[in-house]
Every structure is written in C-alpha cells, then in structure tokens.
C-alpha cells in the first residue's frame, strides 16, 4: 500500500512539474513571440494573466507534493532513524539546494510576471509598445530558465 501511495504522489510531482516547466518553456520560446506580433497588449495580458494562473498552481502542487515525496523517501530509507550516515547529509543537502533553487525560479518567475504583466498594462490599446519590452523583463525571463534547469539537475541527484 505503501508504495502505490508514492507512486501516486511522484506521479502527480512528476505531472505538474512538466506541466509548469514545459508550460514556462513554451510560453517563453514559441507562444509569446508569436502572439506578441499577432495580438493587442490587452489580449496579451489576457493569455498572460490566464497561463501565470495554471503557473501558481502548478508552483502550489509542486510544494505539497514535494514535501510529501521528501518525507516518504526519507521515511522508507530510515533517514530519521540514523541521522549520522552520508546518505542522509547528501540527502538533506542536495533537498535544500534544489529547494533553494526551486525558491529563486518563483521568485523570478513571480518578478518576470510581474514586470511583463505592468508592461502589458500601460501599454497604450492599439499601440506596438508592447512590441518593445524592457530588457530586465528578458533577464528575469532568461533567469527562470537558469533556475529551473538547476531544479531538474538536482532533482536528478536526488531521485531515490
């Protein structure tokens, strides 16, 4: 019984983070440039505010099942029992170093929201402003990315 709850739980883990990582990958790389050639800032802003939506749910997924998955695997390995072995210091490091980065990539990806979502509303209608967004807006783009290629990284390393 035990470990179809996991099997559960990691696959729920698994779906929402292809669903939020692939969603930030598509949307930065195919579906945003092309609407933005294509749309007015104020459908922009529609589509944007409806995907950073699906975006904080699938961050409040991740979260819990997470945290779920953290404290099942270090259950079934007997990790609170023998605090004193590598593999619970390797462990717990490489779970707070992907947890701190999984922290910075909402934290800029709650920034680049942000940013383009103020953009996108003082954009005049029916004006190409929106065409010409600020190059801060790229970076914390571009560092959303970086953080959650880190995320996938040590979640590789931490896979159990």
Same mark, same amino acid.
């Given at each position: 019984?035990?470990?179809?709850?996991e099997?559960?739980?990691? &696959?729920?883990?698994?779906?929402?983070?292809?669903?939020?990582?692939?969603?930030?990958?598509? &949307?930065?790389?195919?579906?945003?440039?092309?609407?933005?050639?294509n749309?007015?800032?104020?459908?922009?802003?529609?589509?944007?505010?409806?995907?950073?939506?699906?975006?904080?749910?699938?961050?409040?997924?991740?979260?819990?099942?997470?945290?779920?998955?953290?404290?099942?695997?270090?259950?079934?390995?007997?990790?609170?029992?023998?605090q004193?072995?590598?593999?619970?210091?390797?462990?717990?490091?490489?779970?707070?170093?992907?947890?701190?980065a999984?922290?910075?990539?909402a934290?800029?990806?709650?920034?680049? =929201? =942000?940013?383009?979502?103020?953009?996108?509303?003082?954009?005049?209608?029916?004006?190409?402003?929106?065409?010409?967004?600020?190059?801060?807006?790229?970076?914390?783009?571009?560092?959303?990315?970086?953080?959650?290629?880190?995320?996938?990284?040590?979640?590789?390393?931490?896979?159990?």
């Amino acid at each position: 019984m035990r470990e179809s709850v996991e099997l559960v739980i990691r &696959s729920i883990h698994l779906i929402a983070a292809i669903i939020w990582f692939g969603g930030v990958l598509f &949307s930065t790389f195919i579906a945003m440039p092309i609407l933005r050639r294509n749309l007015s800032s104020e459908d922009l802003l529609a589509v944007h505010n409806r995907f950073r939506t699906w975006i904080r749910l699938m961050i409040h997924v991740l979260l819990t099942t997470g945290a779920m998955v953290f404290f099942i695997v270090a259950w079934n390995n007997g990790f609170f029992a023998q605090q004193n072995g590598n593999d619970f210091k390797t462990y717990m490091l490489t779970f707070v170093a992907k947890l701190a980065a999984f922290g910075l990539m909402a934290l800029f990806w709650g920034l680049y =929201s =942000s940013l383009y979502r103020r953009h996108l509303e003082v954009a005049p209608p029916d004006s190409e402003a929106h065409h010409n967004q600020s190059p801060y807006i790229n970076v914390w783009r571009g560092l959303t990315l970086i953080a959650g290629l880190m995320v996938f990284a040590l979640a590789l390393l931490v896979k159990n």
